[in-house]
Structures are given as structure tokens and as C-alpha cells.
């Protein structure tokens, strides 16, 4: 589940954290939440979703279709592998962060963690993916699910 310390800096795990002394009670943004079911129709949704939060909030053009890519992909991997059985459902938060330091993304199921394959063959990038377009990641699976965090430095609107 999206828990409050995915809505603040995410830690040092991530490497995501906010400068020491920075002031978070000036930062203003949209934040994006969605909870859908894990189903195909719902990578196009969350895209389209994703797409227009970060042309409303993220004022670099580049950083904003990363993001929309890596949801993207995290988002698919949730709708082709999380569920084996009934259909669960997909969160997605998106957020300037409240230090003001860029944006973090959570994307996160309740669904059966599969760790990758050591060899992915023709398929397999998404976390190679993440790793390349964000700045600072986590993918954190346990019985519970899978949440990827994301981070980015990036300039928001104010």
C-alpha cells in the first residue's frame, strides 16, 4: 500500500532525499493518484493519465516522457505479472516532492513479486528502463507485492 512516507522524500534507500534544510511548506503541484484494476485497458489510462500530469507539473519536456515511459512499462509489468489468478488493481502516485527537490513516482500492486529472470531474453528491459530514466529507483517486492519508487530531478510548476 502507498503510505505516507511515499508522499514524503523517499529515503536513502532510494538515494531520492530531499538536500538537508530544505523548507517543503512552500511547494505547490498536482498530485496524481489512481488505483484501477490490473487490466490491459489500463496501460493506456494510466499513460494518458501520466502524460498530461507531467506536461501540467514537470516543465522539462525530456524528463516528462521518461517519466511517461518507465510508468509505462511498470504499469505493464503489474497488468502481465502480478495477478496469476483474479484480477487485483494497480496504485500510481505521482507528486512534486515536498522538499521541492523534483517529482517521485510510485506504481504498486498486491500482487505475487517475481524477481527477473537472470536472462530476459528478447523481453525483460523494464527495470533496465527504470534504472536508465530516473535518477533514483527502489523496487521493493515481498508476499505483500511489488511497489516501484522513482525519483527525478526535475523543475515542477509552481
Known amino acids: 500500500?502507498?503510505?505516507?512516507?511515499?508522499?514524503?522524500?523517499?529515503?536513502?534507500?532510494?538515494?531520492?532525499?530531499?538536500?538537508?534544510?530544505?523548507?517543503?511548506?512552500?511547494?505547490?503541484?498536482?498530485?496524481?493518484?489512481?488505483?484501477?484494476?490490473a487490466r490491459p485497458e489500463t496501460i493506456l489510462a494510466l499513460r494518458r493519465l501520466v502524460r498530461r500530469w507531467t506536461v501540467a507539473t514537470v516543465l522539462d519536456e525530456e524528463i516528462g516522457e521518461s517519466i511517461v515511459l518507465v510508468v509505462d512499462e511498470a504499469v505493464s509489468n503489474v497488468?502481465?505479472?502480478?495477478?496469476?489468478?483474479?484480477?487485483?488493481?494497480?496504485?500510481l502516485f505521482a507528486a512534486p516532492r515536498p522538499c521541492g527537490n523534483g517529482v517521485v513516482v510510485v506504481v504498486e500492486d498486491q500482487g505475487v513479486w517475481s524477481p527477473p529472470d537472470a536472462d530476459p531474453g528478447f523481453r525483460g528491459r523494464g527495470l533496465d528502463l527504470v534504472r536508465e530514466l530516473s535518477d533514483h529507483h527502489a523496487?521493493?517486492?515481498?508476499e505483500l507485492g511489488t511497489t516501484v519508487r522513482m525519483c527525478w530531478r526535475a523543475l515542477v510548476t509552481s
Open 139 to 142: 523496487v521493493l517486492g515481498s
Open 1 to 37: 500500500m502507498i503510505t505516507n512516507r511515499d508522499l514524503e522524500c523517499l529515503g536513502r534507500s532510494t538515494g531520492c532525499v530531499c538536500p538537508a534544510g530544505t523548507d517543503s511548506a512552500g511547494v505547490r503541484g498536482a498530485w496524481l493518484w489512481e488505483r484501477r484494476p
Open 79 to 91: 497488468v502481465e505479472h502480478a495477478y496469476p489468478g483474479p484480477v487485483g488493481d494497480v496504485s
